[in-house]
């Protein structure tokens, strides 16, 4: 038998580039070996926007169309909503007595969103424990593996050691997960930020239209010390680098640039050029095929029916 994978994303908006490097190029390959499962996750986007459903709701459909242009394919793969298998809940609360207050509190991954979305002094229950809903997403079905970016590192742990005491106490029920964690991890947002997120507002998205694309491409940071051409940049923490590195295939290009930008004489707005084009090859026909998705009200009558 094959066997499981199972991810998901949150509908808090379309999909960006940190998703598509974080996990969405793993799924496609997933989907021709596994047994794979991706699901919209409508009820942990509440958790954070509880208070705005009406966005939930109507970015269930936008994730979908990114899935389908991606690739993602539904004869090879069940996509789902969270919503809709209450099971996952019901499990949630099971789960949540084997979880302390404090180990929650120490989830990395939740103390970043936390400080970021700045939660601090409004922190609900149901966000602190979104950990404990993830395992129930994760185990509910069974997975053996997650793909999934480096951020999510934490959850799978978590969701590790509620299998294990789950299976103490109860028998051997549940098996543990394991993450696949692409070779690009994490892509910084285009302010530098290690993170690419849509609460943030710096994030790329597989649907930017291309004069969009190029405007935020031009904005992206770089090396702040880089100020005339002939002065030497920094590669290391250098947007525009990594973003090459995770997205432009001319390999022994790219590091011949490097060296160039280091010695100095090569400026920002070259390879930032470079960039647009090279993102436009990636996003280009995705955006492409989700026009098309969009325009076939048929498909989406149909999939809305089911
Ligand atoms: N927490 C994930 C994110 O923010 C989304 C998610 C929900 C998920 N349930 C999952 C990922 C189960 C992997 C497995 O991107």
Redesign the pocket.
């Known amino acids: 038998m094959k066997q499981r994978a ?5 509908p808090t908006g379309p999909l960006h580039l940190g ?1 598509y490097v974080g996990s969405l190029t793993n799924r496609l390959v997933l989907q021709d070996t596994h047994d794979q499962f991706v ?1 919209i ?1 409508d009820v ?1 986007a509440l958790t954070d926007n509880f208070d705005n459903p009406d966005k939930v709701h109507d970015n269930v459909l936008q994730v979908a169309y990114d899935y389908l242009a991606v690739g993602i394919d539904p004869t090879k793969t069940t996509i789902f909503i ?1 919503s809709m298998i209450p099971e996952i809940a019901e499990l949630t609360i099971f789960y949540m007595n084997l979880v302390t207050i404090n180990r929650l509190q120490r989830n990395p991954t939740v103390k970043t969103e936390i400080k970021q979305k700045g939660l601090t002094k409004k922190l609900t229950a149901g966000f602190l424990c ?1 950990p404990i809903s ?1 395992a129930a ?2 185990t509910f079905i069974r997975a053996n593996v ?1 793909p ?2 480096e951020d ?1 590192l934490p ?1 799978i742990e978590q969701t590790n050691e509620i299998v294990r005491s789950f299976n103490r106490i109860y028998g051997d029920v549940l098996v543990e997960a394991k993450a696949l964690v692409p070779k690009i991890a994490r892509l910084p947002g285009t302010d530098g930020q290690a993170k690419m997120g849509k609460s943030l507002g710096n994030a790329i998205y597989l649907s930017d239209p291309t004069d969009v694309l190029a405007k935020k491409v031009m904005g992206m940071y770089t090396d702040p010390g880089h100020i005339r051409v002939t002065d030497p940049g920094n590669v290391e923490g250098n947007t525009v680098f990594a973003y090459l590195d995770a997205f432009d295939p001319r390999v022994d290009e790219v590091a011949a640039l490097k060296e160039h930008y280091q010695r100095g004489g090569l400026g920002d707005v070259i390879l930032k050029k470079r960039l647009i084009e090279v993102l436009e090859n990636t996003i280009g026909p995705i955006r492409e095929r989700r026009k098309q998705f969009e325009q076939d009200k048929e498909y989406v009558a149909e999939a809305n029916s089911k």
């Open positions: 199972l991810t998901g994303d949150r998703h699901m996750a942990q969270q979104y993830q997403d994760i997650v999934v970016g999510q959850m």
